[in-house]
């Protein structure tokens, strides 16, 4: 019990960290990341397991600022979205 309580505090304390210190690509891109499940799929893609709205409210901002998010990542080259939900992650080093 104590080792399951202090798995889940320690999983809250990094999404706090990450919430008040990082902008929102970090947020996001730190989000995709731990989605990964299998780096030797080519190309890579993850799904994401809620909308938009409520990854929003999980990474602690807006639904429009995790769109522009995403956008600004999408420009850059990093991920590409297939759709609402499927992220194609094109550099796994620039997450």
Not at 1 to 22: C, D, F, G, H, N
Not at 26 to 49: A, F, G, H, Q
Not at 70 to 94: C, P
């Amino acid at each position: 019990l104590l080792q399951q309580m202090s798995k889940r505090l320690e999983v809250s304390e990094k999404q706090t960290a990450t919430v008040a210190y990082s902008s929102i690509t970090k947020r996001i891109t730190s989000y995709l990341s731990s989605l990964i499940i299998n780096k030797k799929d080519k190309p890579i893609r993850v799904e994401l397991p809620m909308t938009r709205k409520d990854l929003a409210s999980y990474l602690g901002t807006t639904p429009e600022s995790i769109t522009r998010g995403f956008h600004k990542l999408e420009k850059q080259g990093v991920i590409k979205s297939i759709s609402a939900r499927n992220i194609q992650i094109n550099d796994l080093n620039a997450l």
